[in-house]
């Protein structure tokens, strides 16, 4: 080992740069991570194959500029260099993090290098050398390196956007061969069209930023120590950017994290006004800001805006004045994938003239324009596109940024939904070979069979037990069955709940649990869902199917037969085969005593089948039973039930269409759901009990009281109290508001209870005292998700735990002892990060739907577009409103644009005049020439529900009122359940048939849009953007990855 010298020029988390001179020990073996290493290199973890073509040794220039370009799946062998590595540090913690992920991540064929502790690749610096110089001779001298440790077994390639330095080391005859970046793209991966075309998007965007003006348009961002020392003096605060949906160009908040006692009055947040006082802070990012003198502060707009997005002036109504700052620094900045739209023609040419600078409208109206330089404006008018931002300097009014795919033509139905996806950062690729290679093979030649070795450690249930499942009709993945027998002659109940065993499936680290633990849960949208699993696992293995033997997860609880008081608990593995898959109603209709086919019993004699019916329906009687107890010992906790809650969705596979449709009421619903909730609590017990600082559970805090105002307020106008101060007590008097006339005045109270409700979450029990532990919205004191291992990664993470905590207990493990307190918490937060995403992906696809089938429509004639609404709430110039026959909700305007309000005539039909709206409590006035009108809430009027199209952002349903009585085609009946999927598969055909059509006129297809329609571009990017959130790294740390060969 060697010792010199080395002057390190570090960059702290705050953003000081520090010269550190450190011992350098220099050595002799370092690992090369080839697998044709024929020395002793002492490489663990991921090798690089030895069956490629070359392996390819990216200078420092390259990885800092053209990283996404090293971050497509395609290109393997990838060698980053520790020289490159740290450059990369200087340049910001995030890109720093995406090359991290990168090298851990198992699908990506890559490695660092620890070239500068190699003792014959090391280079010092010479004395002048320019430090690009030096860095790019060390990279060349690692490559070297590695052709002669490899001794000449595989090519090595240098890539370089340093023209001199392709032509000084090509021609040293070393053996490495070295090539600009493009020409490597081009000579290697002429297929990648993905790649050449980013490649060109990313140079093109370097060399505009050289030819940028120099005037300011914003202040200087103040240097981090003066924007730390500021927050600590109370000077400053920080928080995150959160920009207004509707008022985007000019109110945003920033939620103030540091509630000291200094700045009390900030807990509503600060109002940031206007574009100059945002200072090139985007939506999402972490800011710090400064408060403007009391006599600048301002209220933020309270009417209803027409027309989203443009702001509007004149006679907008203002809150109080609250405390209102600018930005003047960005700690983290929040960027992500975002979909724009290229302006039309028109637009453009403003802008051209500025070479090819055209100012792309990104779809998220909170989102600033983005400069965009492209030869291809346009070829892609129209289109949808995803770009990123590379930088946002102080003299450039816009971001600037490079376009990375496109989506396709705005308005069809394919770009549409994957504008969805990407603005929400879901990531939902096929499966890829390698994670299906994983999977176990069950095929009619080579079918799945129980591995006798496995059968011997599990619990035997098959000849013991009736098993059988209870789902929604046609359900694939059943991840959860039942059992219920009588033991110790009748005194005690054995209740079975037995769930899929995936985690015996899917290794802990492996490819499959890498891709489910990124997308956390499986998507639902309007028209498609994206699994979580393979199928072969969600549909096939892991279901518990009827008449096959399968693995399961199960607890099992022995109660007595009166009381129900637990006995004893048993959790552990078992091996199952489910007697019966019956759904929903046919499982009520046995309840009931009706006539009803059981599909497991046809065919056999009437003896036998009567016998087998009556143990089914015997069965069934029994779990009833038991779950109106355990329910009713619920109750009397003062579990809510709301419209929305988790129990509703984990039963039904078609949530979105039920989320707006009343559910059929089957108490068969609530049962199956009622032993899922008891066998979630008693694993969460257990897992608590076992890891009590480490167990991740989910839990439901408490509303926050104000936020009931608008229900109360409500509520009383329809002579109802609402009970706020308890879950029981506003549970109870939910129950209470019940008009008899209008069952529609309960369920738009439950409703707004709904959107009062905080968000259940997962949490690591180490992270919060026990008293925040409580599930409000189920009234149980502890609580996780352990029953849908098959759609949702959190009860996977439960299943591992839980497996850990059998092993404790039979005094054999852990096997694997399960991730700390910070680990487990940066997993709750991840899964639920995805969740809301999941959730608003949800609702965007259904408005999609929604507006695309009122597009087909002629809403003056077609009856369809004429409908019965319930106003729910009053605004200044106008009400919202609920239309239960589509599941919609909106603003409708009394007041327009023009001053001129709704005037009913004598028959109710509605015009617009010149005249005047007053806003009461309870209703709003419209006073004008006819005479005045009132419109109270709760009040039921007739709106006309038409399309309001915009090329760059979603269509959106404009509702106006036609009528101030009810919607006289309203029929009394309840709305059909079937309604919503009619209305997706209606549309579906639609854009189907015009897909038909387009083909049939053989479509003009520009190169671009061929390639990247085609194009399975791997997006690693928005992976290393959610991976980024849970891998919270100090400096620390990173000098021990750099350094971790030293
Ligand atoms: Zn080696």
Redo the contacts with the bound molecule.
């Keep these: 080992m060697i010792k010199t010298e080395k002057i390190l020029h570090l960059k702290s988390c705050r953003g000081r740069k520090v010269r550190v001179v450190r011992e350098h020990y220099l050595r002799e ?1 370092v ?4 697998s ?6 002492g ?1 663990d973890g991921k090798l690089l194959p030895g069956d490629l073509t070359h392996y390819v040794v990216p200078d420092a220039g390259v990885v800092l500029d053209y990283l996404e370009i090293l971050e497509f799946r395609e290109l393997q062998g990838v060698v980053f260099t520790q020289t490159a590595c740290q450059a990369l540090q200087s340049k910001g913690r995030r890109y720093y993090n995406r090359l991290r992920s990168l090298l851990r991540d198992p699908r990506h064929d890559c490695v660092l290098f620890a070239n500068e502790f190699q003792e014959y690749s090391y280079c010092p610096r010479e004395k002048g050398e320019s430090q690009e110089r030096w860095q790019t001779r060390c990279v060349y001298s690692a490559a070297v390196w590695y052709y002669n ?2 001794a000449g077994m595989m090519n090595i390639v240098m890539i370089t956007e340093d023209r001199a330095a392709v032509d000084q080391y090509s021609s040293l005859n070393s053996g490495v061969f070295v090539v600009s970046l493009q020409d490597y793209l081009q000579d290697f991966w002429p297929e990648l069209a993905a790649a050449h075309e980013l490649y060109a998007s990313i140079s093109q965007a370097l060399q505009e930023k050289e030819g940028e003006g120099t005037e300011r348009e914003y202040s200087e961002h103040l240097p981090a120590e003066v924007l730390e020392a500021g927050i600590k003096s109370g000077r400053y605060s920080q928080g995150t950017l959160n920009v207004s949906k509707h008022r985007a160009q000019n109110e945003a908040f920033v939620q103030t994290e540091d509630l000291s006692d200094k700045n009390t009055d900030l807990s509503s947040g600060v109002l940031v006004f206007g574009g100059k006082n945002r200072n090139r802070a985007v939506h999402g990012d972490r800011v710090v800001v400064e408060l403007l003198p009391r006599s600048e502060w301002r209220g933020q707009v309270t009417s209803l805006t027409e027309g989203q997005g443009e702001d509007r002036s004149g006679e907008d109504s203002w809150s109080k004045p609250m405390p209102t700052g600018r930005v003047v620094g960005i700690l983290q900045r929040n960027w992500r994938d975002y979909v724009v739209t290229f302006p039309t023609r028109d637009g453009t040419q403003s802008q051209t003239r500025n070479s090819q600078r055209i100012l792309a409208v990104p779809w998220d109206r909170r989102i600033p324009k983005i400069r965009i330089s492209t030869q291809q404006a346009d070829t892609l008018q129209d289109h949808r596109v995803v770009v990123r931002i590379d930088s946002w300097e102080s003299t450039s009014l816009y971001p600037n940024g490079h376009s990375v795919r496109v989506l396709g033509r705005a308005g069809e139905l394919e770009t549409e939904v994957q504008t969805i996806l990407i603005e929400n950062c879901i990531h939902v690729p096929p499966f890829s070979d390698a994670q299906l290679r994983e999977m176990p093979v069950n095929s009619p030649e080579k079918p799945w069979t129980v591995d006798p070795t496995e059968a011997a450690v599990r619990r035997d249930l098959r000849e013991s037990h009736l098993v059988f499942s209870i789902d929604p009709l046609g359900c694939e993945d059943v991840d959860d069955t039942l059992s219920v027998r009588r033991v110790a002659g009748g005194k005690l109940l054995e209740l079975g709940v037995h769930i899929a065993d995936v985690t015996h499936f899917v290794a802990e680290g492996s490819l499959t649990d890498l891709e489910a633990r990124m997308r956390a849960t499986t998507y639902y949208l309007a028209d498609r869902r994206y699994d979580m699993l393979p199928a072969v696992l969600s549909a096939d293995l892991c279901s518990l199917l009827g008449g096959v033997d399968r693995y399961a997860m199960s607890v099992m609880w022995e109660l007595d037969a009166q009381t129900l008081a637990v006995h004893k608990v048993w959790f552990g593995r078992t091996l199952i085969r489910s007697s019966y898959q019956l759904h929903y109603e046919l499982a009520q209709a046995l309840l009931s005593g009706e006539q009803a086919v059981v599909p497991e019993l046809v065919g056999l004699g009437s003896k036998e089948k009567d016998a087998k019916l009556a143990q089914l329906v015997q069965a069934l009687e029994t779990l009833t039973h038991v779950a109106r107890q355990l329910r009713a010992q619920r109750d009397q906790g003062g579990a809510l039930e709301l419209e929305g809650v988790e129990v509703r969705a984990q039963l039904d596979e078609d949530r979105n269409i039920t989320a707006l449709v009343p559910r059929q009421p089957l108490e068969v619903h609530e049962t199956v759901a009622e032993c899922m909730i008891y066998a979630n609590h008693w694993v969460a017990r257990k897992i608590q009990e076992t890891f009590p600082a480490q167990a991740l559970l989910r839990r439901h805090p408490p509303p926050r009281q104000e936020l009931f105002g608008q229900l109360v307020d409500s509520a009383k106008a329809q002579g109802f109290s609402i009970d706020t101060r308890s879950n029981k007590a506003l549970a109870d008097s939910l129950d209470q508001a019940v008009d008899s006339q209008d069952p529609l005045v309960n369920r738009i109270l439950r409703m707004m209870a709904t959107q009062a409700m905080s968000q259940a979450v997962y949490f690591s029990t180490g992270a919060q005292p026990q008293d925040q532990y409580y599930h409000y919205g189920l009234a149980l004191d502890r609580y996780t998700h352990f029953t849908s291992p098959i759609r949702r990664y959190a009860d996977m993470v439960v299943h591992r735990l839980l497996t850990a905590a059998i092993e404790v207990e039979k005094g054999t493990g852990p096997g694997k002892v399960p991730g700390s307190n910070k680990e487990v918490e940066e997993m709750a937060h991840h899964i639920n990060s995805k969740n809301r995403a999941a959730q608003r992906a949800q609702s965007l696809s259904t408005a999609l739907f929604q507006c695309l089938y009122f597009k087909e429509r002629d809403a003056q004639s077609d009856p369809r577009c004429t409908a019965d609404a319930v106003i729910y709430s009053i605004r200044d110039n106008g009400v919202l409103v609920f239309i239960p026959q589509y599941g919609v909700k909106g603003p409708v305007y009394m007041r327009n644009k023009d001053g001129q309000v709704v005037a009913p005539g004598p028959d109710g039909r509605c015009e617009w005049q010149s005249g005047s709206v007053r806003r009461f409590s309870d209703r709003i006035t419209t006073t004008s020439s006819s005479g005045s009108a009132t419109f109270r809430l709760f009040g039921h009027i007739t709106v006309r529900i038409s399309v309001l199209s915009t090329s760059c952002h979603a269509d959106s349903l404009n509702l106006e009122v036609v009528s101030n009585e009810p919607h006289r085609g309203a029929q009394p009946e309840q709305p059909r359940p079937q309604g919503r999927n009619q209305l997706v598969q209606e549309v579906v055909r639609l854009a189907e048939e015009a897909q038909e059509k387009a083909a049939q006129q053989l479509p003009k297809l520009s190169r671009e849009e061929r390639e990247f329609r085609q194009s399975k571009t791997p997006n690693l990017y928005s992976l290393l953007e959610e991976v980024r959130e849970l891998a919270l790294m100090d400096t620390e740390q990173v000098t021990q990855v750099c350094a971790t060969t030293a």
């Design positions: 073996r690992p090369c991570y080839s044709l290493c024929q020395a002793d290199c490489n440790h490899l």
